[in-house]
């Protein structure tokens, strides 16, 4: 049996994270070898100033020497590495500095690729173990992340994709920027902002014609993590979960009452998470309404996964 080591990074508007794993072409099998996540905030104030915060790209240029050093421990070249990035460096007027910093400390370049690409990655990370009928096609599968969520139908292939600019960070930065509660005249507004954004995301992607809707990344996995009353999180709980309509809008109207404090103190809840899950939960929630969804289908299998089996081939 031939297996492949890869080195898989995606850097997003909140988070980067990195994933060396082992892929086996012929059973469609991935071995995580190391999987880790660091919440630099790249994209802070991007929504705002159009540009990547000084501060913003040092955070994140320390988690690339960080990466860089694990990636050596497995022994990967940069021919089994990729380094994608998403919203927030594809937005930036200054992304050139990030492209410079990424190559020298990582010795490959980053790929900015759009939001089709992203969701293409996104499906195939998320559904390529999805066999057996447990969890029946067409797959409804949305990637919410900080600063855009993507959405992808399909079965054993995509049949519509698009990418909208909704996520936890910029909903948060726009709407609940400078308060720890929102209020109804905030939260009103988000949902409006939400609700516009699923009209752009409808116009190419049926929203309600999938069997299973499976949801991806930081702020999906909390909640579920939330649901599932976890003393501490466990990707194992968590993936594969299914979670209802009425458990998620439970969560979220905890979440939007709760200030930073309480926030903090859920057991599960990362600290770079604490000031946009509020949002991000809004997000998931209006998903959820939109789609007539009656369970989400939670998976710890996203771009990331995605990225690992673009680079084997």
Partial sequence: MSVTRVAAI?????SIRLLIADLDPETGAITDLDRRMLIVRLG???????RLAPEALERTFAACREYAAVIAEYG?????TRFVATSASRDAENSADFTKGVREILGVEPEVVTGDEEAQLSFTGATKELTGG????PYLVFDLGGGSTEFVLGGEHVHAARSVDIGCVRLTERHFAGTEVPT?????????????????AAEVVPLTEAASLVGLAGTVTTVAAIVLELPEYDSTRVHHARVSLAQVREVTERLLAADHAERAAIPVMHPGRVDVIAAGSLVLLSIMERTGAAELVVSEHDILDGIAWSTAG
């Fill in 44 to 50: 802070q104030d991007v929504d705002r100033t159009g």
């Fill in 184 to 200: 109804p005249a905030q939260i009103a507004a988000a949902r409006a902002d939400i609700s516009a954004a699923l009209d752009l």
């Fill in 134 to 137: 447990a969890v029946p096609a």
């Fill in 10 to 14: 995606d850097c997003g508007t909140n």
């Fill in 76 to 80: 990967v070249g940069p021919e089994r």
